[in-house]
């Protein structure tokens, strides 16, 4: 049971915009800067946006992140079939002082 | 540009020790926290340990607390995770990540991995 809480899968056609919840508590999104990352098979995981909305160079706009309270979202617009990967959120938690993924999410583009 | 290369994955027997290293070029590694995060066939993401950017703290997660230690060498520029008393449940491909900053906002470069098998 992740401390972090993902759909475990979303869906959409080639275009078409999704979104990806993350749900944690005031230990660790409602506190702390959210991270995304997509982890494709057999590669290594790529840091998509951090600091809850912002993106690495390199990163496209067609990824964005917002955060509100104890929640935060990822989109992806414009899907591409290369865009069909698991997707993570990440945050510190002050109270475990760990470092927390949620259990990730299966994007398909249909 | 940013290099981080994970060695030392192997077979190892339930109750065995390896050690994992990682080897950093491109950046300051002395400057930046790193952390372990590894993944189990046909699951998710979970983070293993960090380190701060001199050594001082060290953190890690309940599941190896107690017989995985992270360590690193800043002058060899390598990052280190020392496992001892492995279980078949430790299997998994094992990353280092170079930490954003030092306060732990994202891991942003990855190793390509290192698979660490636990069976007999």
């Known amino acids: 049971q992740s401390v972090l809480t993902q759909p475990p899968s979303v869906s959409a056609a080639p275009g078409q915009k999704v979104t990806i919840s993350c749900s944690g508590s005031n230990s660790n999104i409602g506190n702390n800067y959210v991270s995304w990352y997509q982890k494709l098979p057999g590669t290594a995981p790529k840091l998509l946006i951090y600091d809850n909305n912002k993106r690495p160079s390199g990163i496209p706009d067609r990824f964005s992140g917002s955060k509100s309270g104890t929640s935060a979202t990822l989109g992806i617009t414009g899907l591409q079939t290369g865009d069909e990967a698991d997707y993570y959120c990440g945050t510190w938690d002050s109270s475990l002082s760990a470092w927390v993924f949620g259990g990730g999410t299966k994007l398909t583009v249909l | 540009q940013v290099q981080l290369v994970e060695s030392g994955g192997g077979v190892v027997q339930p109750g065995g020790s390896l050690r994992l290293s990682c080897a950093a070029s491109g950046f300051t590694f002395s400057r930046f926290g790193m952390h372990w995060v590894r993944q189990a066939p046909g699951k998710g993401l979970e983070w293993v340990a960090l380190?701060?950017?001199?050594?001082?703290?060290?953190h890690n997660a309940d599941s190896v607390k107690g017989r995985f230690t992270i360590s690193r060498d800043n002058f060899q520029n390598t990052l280190y995770l020392q496992m001892n008393s492995l279980r078949v449940e430790d299997t998994a491909v094992y990353y280092c990540?170079?930490?954003?900053?030092?306060?732990?906002?994202?891991?942003?470069?990855w190793g390509q991995g290192t698979l660490v098998t636990v069976s007999s």
């Open positions: 990540a170079k930490d954003l900053t030092n306060t732990w906002h994202a891991l942003d470069y």
């Open positions: 380190v701060w950017y001199d050594g001082s703290h060290k």
